[in-house]
């Protein structure tokens, strides 16, 4: 029997509300370079499975991965820790936010407007050709759209706008290697990059072996 490479297919068919409209993002991890040629995992997560918890002044956080408030996400097993909070602040509400020095964090935010403190500059998000932002000046807002970095601290401060603000916070441990990506793969060297493309045009990339097979056989169309 022939060796059985390890992958995943998968197909993404959002429905969205009655109109069809959704949020929909996609955060790619990388891994530890011992992990990097590990068998692929997949994981379903329910919106019901998502922790929800609501502070007294009514901001509401839903724990996607991660423990925030006392609660932890469903989403686990990364290598980066990651803590992925969907956070939701009232409008004109002053929030203030914990985060682990240990980490690098970003916000990404999807509704209404904020201020953040003590970050860069927002940068909003390209929908252009590439280019078209180089020359734009940063908004001194965070409105819809906009990705707010931040460097090393304890905590995030942020002043809700006029409709209140909608925001992805997300943070992870540094992985504090070298990095060489191209397309879909991210490997730590040119070298090794090079290695898996060759592996991949040839057939052999991410090859299981036979003692290490563990599928079950699928009846042919």
Known sequence: MDDRRKWIIHQEMPKGDHAGRM??????????SPL???PPRYQEVKSGDIALVTDDDGTEVRIVSGDFWGKKGPVDQIAADPIYLDITVPPRHRKTLPVETTR????????????????SDP?????????????????AEADNRSLILFDRGDEVALDA?????????????PLEEPVAWYGPIVMNTQ???????LELRQ?????????????AEMPQP
């Open 123 to 139: 940068l909003a998000v390209p929908t252009e050709p590439v280019g078209w932002w180089q020359d734009t000046t940063p908004p």
């Open 191 to 197: 070298q090794e990059l090079q290695q898996a493309f």
């Open 161 to 173: 706008g006029e409709d209140g603000i909608r925001f992805l916070l997300i943070s992870g441990k």
């Open 23 to 32: 949020h929909g993002f996609q955060l790619w991890a990388n891994l530890p």
């Open 203 to 215: 057939g052999t990339f991410l090859r299981e072996r036979e003692k290490d097979r563990q599928f």
């Open 104 to 119: 690098h964090a970003f916000a990404y935010v999807f509704g209404g407007s904020g201020k953040f403190c003590n970050a």
């Open 36 to 38: 990097k040629m590990t």
